[in-house]
């Protein structure tokens, strides 16, 4: 026999890839069960990619993250063996044509496998992506795409406290073309070549605040808001900060909505009369109140943002033909058996 | 009578599984036809009674209840009954199966302890990825459960075997088509699980342990269909290979949900 057939039915053979899958499922038993003795070192690791994650664990514990190589390189050689039989029993259809569903799921695990890797080296996970309502927001892996959120509505229970559903009105954007517009809530993403936008939670923010101004109504005060006064002056927004804490000259924004305040310049003439904060706390400063802006504040203004998991998986399309030529070959897999049995088609027993 | 908040089909069925699993018991002793066909028929229609409070469940909730830990335990008793009728009926398989048909009493009584109720569907649950996902997996533990159950038999010294039960020769082709339909439900099971997670969560494996041993057990049963075309690993071997599986998959379902922590909790 020839060097270059022995090597062919040692690739292919049998015994093969049942030496590897009982390695690979061993080394993964023992992994799995340092991944849950250490979660400190694997914490989430669905939230990032293989890519990502590896080096710099491998580095910090080299002893704790070897398994993972070797699961590779066993899985990857298991793939291999796979891949030639599948190979082997192409180039013999004509007579083996019977096996059509073994052999179909042999090819979806080849491609499931060669998704998981390529998947894991090419994509990227990001979770707690903020996007307000109306705004856009640019995917840092994805130069030039970007998603706009242009309506958000979130489902709760009877109860109305909890959430149970978070309807996003999404679309996605190569710089001005709109390449694909979704309702995306639980179950239902935005997919667009790889990527995957879902709906992960959402909150709201102050914006800023409702004030009545004497002599015209109610007036709605946020960053780049007006207010036109007597004698041709204007008040202008510079900034909101929901909660505000002098440090000095300073405002230094803090957390939550417990002491919002307003950077205000008041401009007539041309130049500016007046440039200062306005903490709502401490009442309208007395240059505004001389001036003629006696504000009264009414009710925080509030913006609603959801929070988006974006991953690209650039794999996915070929695990999912991988799963459903898996599909095929199990169900094909039940009527060739029992057709085989009945035939008295007995396997050849090496 | 159709109501799934009473528990009387539920009790029904598991009257009838027992006289069934008596009735097997007897049958140890010798063959005998009539109870035989007398205990064929009692699992037959225990198992029809479970059916027909399934399907008054699921036509009252609008999906297939399997939700909470009482729906679950209940339908993985009708998977295991099922499991046995199918290879009752088609191979008088009797006494091999008993242990079955013992977990299918547990599951039951699991479930009746538990009281009927089913949980509302949450939106991330309204997917028919999730009913095929846990419909599959249970089917495929069934399976793999009825093919340690043929194991043993196959295993036990010729001594011990009663005259009623299957020969060798049958054991092993029984045993080799448990695992066979075993991995094709939990291979379905597996893909179904794989794109519900990608719609879900936007990654379609997981790493969390009940993922990672949801593979371990794809990846034996995989090794196992390759083994029963090896001389050395047919028959005891492969009775053998049943009963490890078997205990793995005991570890995936129960051992992970009670002793870690997993995003497929028992409860």
Known sequence: MLMKEKIWDWLTSLKLAIVLASLATLVIMAGSLIMHYHPRLFGDLDAVTLGQWYPQAARQAPLHTLWMPLAALLLLAFGVNTLCCLVDWLARLRSRWRKTGEYLIHFGFCLLLAAFFWGHLAGYRTAGNVLPVGETLALSGHPGLSLRLDDFRPVFDQTGRRPLDMINHLTLLDGERELARKEVRTNHPLMHRGLVILPASFGQEATGFRVLVPGQGTVDLHRGAEIRLPEGKTLTVLDFLPSARRMGDRMVPMGGLTNPALHLRLAGAGETLWQGWYVLREGVPQELVRQGAALRPSEPLYRTYSILTINYDPGARIALVGGLAMCAGVSICIFSYYAKRRRQDHPDIV | ?267
């Not at chain 2, 027909?52 to 399997?66: D, E, H, K």
């Not at chain 2, 990672?212 to 028959?235: D, E, N």
């Open chain 2, 1 to 267: 009578m159709l109501n799934p908040d009473s528990v009387l089909l539920l009790q029904g069925a598991l009257g009838l599984y027992l006289a069934a699993a008596l009735v097997q018991f007897f049958l140890l002793g010798g063959e005998r036809r009539a109870l035989r066909r007398g205990a064929l028929a009692l699992t037959g229609l225990a198992f029809a009674l479970q059916t027909l409070y399934l399907a008054a469940a699921w036509v009252q909730a609008g999906y297939l209840p399997v939700t909470n830990l009482f729906s679950t335990l209940f339908f993985f008793s009708w998977a295991m009954g099922g499991t046995f009728l199918y290879f009752e009926l088609r191979y008088r398989i009797g006494a091999a199966g008993l242990f079955v048909l013992g977990v299918t009493m547990l599951l039951l009584v699991g479930a009746l302890r538990r009281g009927p109720m089913i949980s509302p569907l949450i939106p991330a649950l309204d997917t028919p990825l999730f009913t095929m996902h846990v419909a599959f997996s249970f089917m495929g533990y069934a399976l793999f459960a009825m093919a340690f159950s043929v194991a043993v038999a196959y295993l036990l010294p010729g001594f011990l075997r009663p005259p009623s039960m299957p020969p060798r020769d049958l054991l092993r082709r029984h045993n080799e088509e448990a695992i066979l339909l075993g991995f094709v439900f939990f291979s379905l099971c597996m893909i179904s699980g794989s794109i519900w997670a990608y719609v879900a969560w936007g990654y379609w494996f997981s790493w969390n342990i009940k993922g990672v041993w949801s593979f371990i057990v794809w990846l034996f049963y995989a090794g196992m269909c390759h083994a029963k075309f090896v001389r050395r690993w047919q028959g005891e071997g492969y009775a053998l290979l049943s009963i490890a599986g078997f205990f793995v998959v005991l570890f995936t379902y129960l051992g992970i949900g009670l002793l870690l922590q997993s995003n497929h909790p028992l409860e």
